[in-house]
């Protein structure tokens, strides 16, 4: 059974920094594209960032460049998002993801349960 659990998320003041990471397990993750998206209330879904399979290629949404560093560890089947100089706009449940690649979600085929973030002005 493939199992995605995000963790790190908390609350923190504007121009802080958190670590979320994602365990997989049930899937070899060095044959997926990795994913985080996230969710602020009252809004649809979005893309944040995404690492290649060899994790030698990283793409960002505008909204994060500069601020924001997708990584992985093939071995231990995680990925990390390091953020900082979060803005309150950041605020939302991230979700990490595993599948083809891209910016749009249907081409990610398994998704954890989310963890919140919380930046307060």
């Given at each position: 059974q493939v199992q995605l659990a995000e963790s790190g998320g908390g609350l923190?003041?504007?121009?802080?920094?958190?670590?979320?990471?994602?365990?997989?397990?049930?899937?070899?993750?060095s044959s997926f594209v990795m994913a985080w998206f996230r969710r602020a209330p009252g809004k649809e879904r979005e893309f944040v960032a995404r690492i290649s399979e060899s994790g030698l290629f990283t793409y960002y949404a505008d909204s994060v460049k500069g601020r924001f560093t997708i990584s992985r560890d093939n071995p231990r089947s995680t990925v990390n998002l390091q953020m900082n100089s979060l803005k309150p706009e950041d605020t939302a449940v991230y979700y990490c993801a595993a599948g083809r690649g891209g910016?749009?979600?249907?081409?990610?085929?398994?998704?954890?349960?989310?963890?919140?973030?919380?930046?307060?002005?």
């Open positions: 923190v003041q504007a121009g802080g920094s958190l670590r979320l990471s994602c365990a997989a397990s049930g899937l070899t993750t910016d749009s979600q249907a081409p990610y085929n398994y998704w954890g349960q989310g963890t919140q973030v919380t930046v307060s002005s």
